[in-house]
């Protein structure tokens, strides 16, 4: 039905409906060359005129932004380090910029949290509650966390912490990945994974600071298995498994890190044991620490009279102990000893629960073995080194779990 212009027709719902629903004409699709001028024809391509043809009609000139528009990044500051990404969904995280600095000399790892900006809005009001928490892979992830305070209310939080990590090798240099997380903390339910960061350290030099500008990562962490669907825990389990393969056979869970300082005394003949200090202890508690102490045993020990131990320190990951003892044994003897040197945490009432060990002697390997080696090899020199300590309990200490 026709009507004559300027007349107010009526439709029912059944041709609305049709008529919302019709797809119209197909229009041809545009190609990439309608939107820059072209070349009309003649000696200069110009038609004549020596100038560009206009574009079609209807089609706006497409606006090239410059590279770093694209990349929503800044120019970076000397030794600053930013991340490419082939997808723009990573940059909706946030970026994170933090320092890091391996002192070789004190062994520590120093993880200066400076700031993060435009992180993604967690809470209803769009904005979020931030933390940084850090963990040194592979290793007990309990063991070695360590955390900044939150911000509140706030998608460019400004933290200034310096983090340190004590008891790190240039073993740990090599291998170990330290890994980043950005958190939303929600006191009414379960903290929220905002992204993360991994920077394997080797790319550290001693004694150089390197500054870091990064964007968040979408990597979210497995939840728990009690959480999880059966299809979802395999996956888990399989995950695990195919870390450990990556990681290598025989690798030991670490529980921790311990100072030891090991001088032979020619003029008291007997080697002088010094139970410094740990670092990052597994936690055995419920509260989230330990009651720790350390035993000590140089095997073989025929007349099981070779027993020390330290006193307990009380609701701490990073005891002092700063005590020593000593065996006396000629320095020829030591040849054929092993140190082992166990951590434990005191429960009253029931018996105590075995943190980590490490065994020094001719049989160990890596640092253990070289630690023991430069100690009967220099006398009279106090030698002091950081061990790691693993989830490998000695045949012999497992039969005396007591205090």
């Known amino acids: 039905m026709r009507g004559r212009r300027g007349d107010r027709m009526t439709i029912n719902i059944q041709e609305h409906m049709a008529i ?60 600053a380090e930013v991340d490419s990404y082939d997808s723009d969904d990573a940059t909706t995280l946030g970026t994170l910029e933090f320092d890091l600095l391996y002192d070789q000399a004190a062994c520590t790892l120093h993880c200066s949290i400076l700031r993060a900006k435009g992180l993604k809005p967690m809470d209803f009001n769009g904005l979020a509650d931030p933390y940084v928490k850090v963990h040194l892979l592979p290793g007990a992830c309990k063991a070695n966390k360590l955390k900044t305070k939150t911000q509140r209310n706030t998608l460019n939080p400004v933290w200034n912490e310096d983090l340190t990590y004590s008891g790190i090798t240039d073993e740990d240099i090599s291998h170990k990945v330290l890994r980043i997380s950005v958190c939303d903390e929600d006191k009414l339910s379960h903290n929220e994974f905002i992204g993360e960061i991994r920077v394997p350290l080797r790319r550290l030099k001693p004694s150089q600071k390197k500054h870091f500008n990064i964007c968040l990562e979408r990597q979210v962490p497995l939840a728990s298995p009690s959480s999880m669907s059966a299809a979802l825990r395999g996956i888990s389990c399989y995950l695990k498994e195919l870390e450990q393969a990556e990681q290598g056979p025989g690798l030991l869970e670490e529980r921790g890190r311990i100072l030891l300082s090991l001088s032979y005394s020619s003029p008291r003949r007997g080697l ?39 006193g307990v320190k009380k609701k701490t990951l990073n005891p002092e102990f700063n005590e020593e003892f000593f065996y006396e044994m000629e320095l020829s003897a030591l040849a054929t000893k092993t140190l082992e040197v ?22 160990a390997r890596g640092e253990a073995r070289k630690h023991w080696n430069d100690c009967l090899q220099q006398p009279d020199t106090a030698l002091e080194r950081w061990h790691t300590l693993t989830s490998e309990l000695p045949p012999a200490a497992g039969a005396l779990p007591s205090a």
């Open 20 to 79: 919302n629903v019709c797809p119209g004409p197909i229009r041809p699709i545009r190609q990439i060359s309608d939107y820059f001028p072209r070349r009309g024809p003649g000696p200069e391509g110009g038609g004549g005129g020596g100038g560009f043809a206009e574009a079609p009609p209807r089609l706006a000139p497409l606006a090239l932004a410059p590279p770093a528009a694209f990349l929503g990044a800044t120019t970076p500051e000397d030794g």
């Open 272 to 310: 002088l044991v010094g139970i410094l200090r740990c670092a990052h202890l597994a936690a055995m508690d419920v509260n989230g620490y330990s009651d720790p102490y350390v035993k000590t045993y140089l095997r073989p020990d025929v007349d099981k009279k070779s027993k020390h131990k330290t």
């Open 342 to 363: 166990t951590v434990w945490d005191y429960d009253i009432g029931k018996s105590n629960d075995f943190i980590g060990g490490v065994s020094l002697g001719a049989g």
